[in-house]
Each structure stands twice: as structure tokens, then as C-alpha cells.
Nanobody, 127 residues
Framework: QVNLVESGGGSVQAGGSLRLSCTVSGLPIGRDRRMAWFRQAPGKEREAVGIIFFGGDTYVIDAVKGRFFISKDRAQTTLWLQMNNLKPEDTGLYFC????????????????????WGLGTQVTVSL
């Protein structure tokens, strides 16, 4: 059984930092494996925040570039998202996700391209 569990969310003031973790179990290592963080604010669609590919290449959206950093362990069992200089617009429910097949860069941003999801961890940033 595949299981993804996020942790590390919380409430912080603007300018603060949080480090999210996602523990993945039940999946063998796969060369097409892609892991990602998504977020969803109230009333908005789920959006990709950061993606990390099997070889370690990473991508983050422009809104968090220079502030958020995505990483993983070699066994692909843990995914992290270091979030610095948080802003109120970063508030939302943050999910980790795993895709089993390769994708184009545009497809990698599409939540429908991911096979497994965690339940999310809430991040709230106040002024």
C-alpha cells in the first residue's frame, strides 16, 4: 500500500520559515519517478509549487523562486520543501505527490499527471 504523509506545516508571521517533509512508503525506486509539492488556497485551484525529477533536477514556480527549495533523499522515501521569507499569499494546504511516469515540463505541473497524494499539511502566513 502506497502512503504519503506530510508534516511540518504551521502558522508563521510573514518573513518566517518552515520546512515541510513528506514520507513516502510502499513504492519501489523508479527512474521515471517524479515528486512534487502542490498547494491549494481556499477558493483556488491546486497549483504546483516545486518539482524534483529522479536525477535531482528541480523546478519551482516563479512566485516562490529564490525562497522555496525542494529536495529529496536518494531512496526517494523523503521529500522536503524549505520555505523561506514566507508571504501571506503562500497560505494554503500543501500536498506532496508522486508520479510514476515521465512527462514534459508542462505536463509535470499538471496535478492530473500524479498518481499518489498525501492528505496535506496546512501553512498559514500572517502579517
Amino acid at each position: 500500500q502506497v502512503n504519503l504523509v506530510e508534516s511540518g506545516g504551521g502558522s508563521v508571521q510573514a518573513g518566517g520559515s518552515l520546512r515541510l517533509s513528506c514520507t513516502v512508503s510502499g513504492l519501489p525506486i523508479g527512474r521515471d519517478r517524479r515528486m512534487a509539492w502542490f498547494r491549494q488556497a481556499p477558493g483556488k485551484e491546486r497549483e504546483a509549487v516545486g518539482i524534483i525529477f529522479f536525477g535531482g533536477d528541480t523546478y519551482v514556480i516563479d512566485a516562490v523562486k529564490g525562497r522555496f527549495f525542494i529536495s529529496k533523499d536518494r531512496a526517494q522515501t523523503t521529500l522536503w520543501l524549505q520555505m523561506n521569507n514566507l508571504k501571506p499569499e503562500d497560505t494554503g494546504l500543501y500536498f506532496c505527490a508522486v508520479a510514476l511516469r515521465g512527462a514534459t515540463p508542462a505536463q509535470a505541473l499538471d496535478p492530473d499527471r500524479y498518481n499518489y497524494w498525501g492528505l496535506g499539511t496546512q501553512v498559514t502566513v500572517s502579517l
